[in-house]
């Protein structure tokens, strides 16, 4: 297969789980470049459902190394309690299989205070849906260079240094600004060496553990997390996560150059969904969104939230082809879409009396775009137990083709239903 990533096309929730779960039969070692545990990954295998946050879904897979690379945030403790959920299910969890980089910087107690803090203070309007767990605090330090890396957990005089020296800036502002009580260095100490002593044997050189794997001739994966348009430079801004999605990240991220990188998998659901707030200019407040919010079960393994459904933008997919390049498309919950007598299709926006194919650059601007929709048949039939092409009804197919021929990607894997069986290899 060589090396490939595998991201998500539009605003996260895609089902690049189950995706990333089925290539990896072929792959040796699976790689998370970007991103922490606001992601969530749903797993189905046989009866049982795995949703994972932090570890790549290759550890549910006997012999593949799963590496956590130095573009992740970490919340030690949830990464602890994650381990400790799958070992208590039988699955390998030794560090001979799952390792973390000793450049990942580490979520503490604090900056999950802080987004909590954060979001309470500013006002409905400013609010842009934070998941709470940190993540954007944990980067802010990581570029202000205070931040602390997995590899500290080793020398506890170090951490304990880093910690003090970080609190007098966040106590500054709990106290001053947020009407919060201060956080005591003692307390973060104590609740982050518990999780972290577990997790010391875990930590390694990840750059050269995915040199071996290439040197050794064997595949490697480059799983990402959220969507593109969730990229803190390319995405909905502000209302972003706070790394970069896109594929070239794959090589920061990851510590490896980008010409070892080989094909890019983008997947993108059959329709279209986002969480928390932002623009979406397809969404579908009618008894056609309640359709697809309830028979593709749309509620957020992270948060729970439910989430906002609308219509296909290929707009939105033009975009994720022009920023990242995808050599191919994994087209998810296509079975969502059977029983709706029409479906619409997003081909372009109008925009200050325009018609524009390519999404606007200026802030909010999204927000001010109405759909330009194109509408085709639907189909009635059940498509959850298509195993070929041929099996697709062909109302289907073309749906298929139009997807093709709007972003110039071939569309070469299709998924009829949550099992890793209900898929169809083209």
Known sequence: MSNVIVMGAQWGDEGKGKI??????????????????????????????????????????????????NGVVLDPGVFWKE????????????????????????????????????????SAEDKIGTTGRGIGPCYEDKAARIGIRAGDLADHALLRSKIEAALVEKNALFTSLYGREAISVDAVFEEVVAAGDCLVPYLADVTGEIWEAFDSGKNVMFEGAQGIHLDIDHG????????????????????????????????????????????????????????LQEKGHEFGATTGRRRRCGWLDL????????????????????????????????????????????????????????????????WDEDITKATKWEDLPENCQKYIERIEDLTGVRVSIISVG???DQTIMR
């Open 20 to 69: 990333v779960d089925l290539l990896t039969r072929d792959i040796d070692v699976i790689v998370r470049f970007q991103g922490g545990n606001n992601a969530g990954h749903t797993v189905i295998v046989g009866d049982k459902e795995y949703i994972l946050h932090l570890i790549p879904s290759g550890i549910l897979h006997e012999g593949k190394k799963c590496l956590i690379g």
């Open 83 to 122: 381990i400790e959920g799958l070992r208590v299910k039988g699955l390998d969890v030794s560090p001979e299989r799952l390792k973390i980089s000793k450049k990942t910087h580490l979520i503490m107690p604090y900056h999950c205070a802080l987004d909590g803090a954060r979001e309470d203070y500013k």
């Open 236 to 291: 909905t801004y502000p209302f972003v996560t706070s790394s970069n999605t896109v594929a070239g990240n794959a090589s920061a991220g990851g510590g490896i150059p980008a010409n070892r990188l080989d094909r890019i998998i983008a997947i993108v659901k059959a329709y279209t969904t986002r969480v928390g707030a932002g623009p979406f200019p397809t969404e579908l407040f009618d008894e056609d969104g309640t359709y």
């Open 315 to 378: 707009v939105v997919l033009g975009e994720t082809a022009r920023l990242n390049g995808p050599t191919d498309i994994a087209l998810t919950k296509l079975d969502v879409l059977s029983g709706m007598k029409e479906i619409k299709i997003c081909t372009a926006y109008e925009y200050k009396g325009e018609r524009v194919t390519v999404i606007p650059q200026d802030q909010g601007a999204l927000g001010d775009c109405t759909p330009v929709y194109e509408t085709v048949p639907g």
């Open 418 to 420: 949550p099992e890793r």
